[in-house]
Each structure stands twice: as C-alpha cells, then as structure tokens.
C-alpha cells in the first residue's frame, strides 16, 4: 500500500483511533495493524475530513456513510478465521475504505456498488494507496455475484431485511457471511458461518445501515 504524503498528523490520529477500538473490544491484531496503517481521510470528502478519524460513520453523498471504524473492525475481524481468506465478496463498495481493510488480509476481493459515483471515487482511491487485488463491479449486488463464487468471506455493507438464500448458496465450506438484517426499527449484525449444508448464524451487534436495495443500480 502506497501510504507517501499521508502526514504525521494522520498516522498520531489513526494510532488514538486504534486505542479506541481496542477499548471497544477489538483483538486481532492483523485488523488493528490495516486499521492503524490506513488513512481514512482520504475516502472523506474535504468538508467532513475533522470527522476522519472519530469513531462514527460520515456521510460520502447519495444517502450513503462510510461506516464507523469499530464497525469495519468488527465485521472484518469476524470473518477472519484460521483459514487465509483466498477470496472474498464485497456487497457495497461505497467510498472504499471496508474494501482496502479486506484487501490487506485477503488474496483476492471482488466488491461491487450500484451507485457509480462511488464506485468510481472507490476506483480512484484504491488506486491512491495501490491497492491491486480489488476487482472493483457497478451492479446489483442483493443477490451476490455467483460467477466468482464460492467465497471465503462475504460481507454486506447495508441491509436487508433477512438473510438472502442467494449469498449462503455462494459461500464455500466454513465460509462465513457477515451482514446487518432489519429495518428501521433495529437491525442485528449476523454472523452466518457455513458447515457443510448447514448455517450457523451468530448475533455480533445491534447496528444502524442503510437499506439492501435490489435492482437499483445508479448511473
């Protein structure tokens, strides 16, 4: 990752923001290094960039947030497992900053955004930090994106209203899924993790997405 020019400022910031997510429960030791080592201002737009490295989502435009660090730690650490990540699936880019944490603990990541502004701020992103094992779709993703498929680790960046039969058909053996279910009365964050044909599904969080939208892609 190319992090020249990110300023010391940032890097006193980013290691104030890690001890916060430590405080908050965060173990992993290879999350909080791709969290430390990340700089998150540069997926804000100027005006919101004193927000940069509080611990709270920011709004990117088109009703859209980046979401809040220790929930980017959260979901990304539960997906970690013993297992390298070999292939992962994104389902709402956004600005970019979920997809470079994964990108640095996995192979290969494929992360797709129906609105393309965002997809394309994504695309300029990752290529300010050199990031290059990200494939970066304009599309639907509520059903996923079977022709990568199986993947190791699907994460679902806004949500539906229950568990899309669709994502668990594309998770490989031991494969987990990590995805917000509710609407706007309260949402849980869920662990679904594959044995065989079976799902085991686990309560991480109560947390607040936006809604999963199905066939709404945005030009």
Known sequence: MNLDGIGVTSRRTRERLVDKLKDKGIRNANVLDVMRATPRHIFID????????DDIPVNIGYKQTISQPYVVARMTEAVLDAA???RVLEIGTGCGYQTAIIAQLAEEVYSIERIKPLHDKAVANLETLGIENVHLIHGDGSLGY????????????????????????QLAQNGRLVIPVGGTAGQELRLITRKKDQF????????RFVPL??????N
């Open 200 to 207: 085991i599904s686990r309560l991480l969080d109560h947390v």
């Open 213 to 218: 939208l199905k066939g709404q892609v945005k």
């Open 46 to 53: 100027e005006a919101f960039s004193h927000l940069s490295y």
């Open 146 to 169: 079977p022709d990568k498929s199986p993947y190791d680790a699907i994460i679902v960046t806004a949500a539906p209203m229950g568990i899309p039969n669709e994502l668990l058909a």
């Open 84 to 86: 390298p990540l070999m």
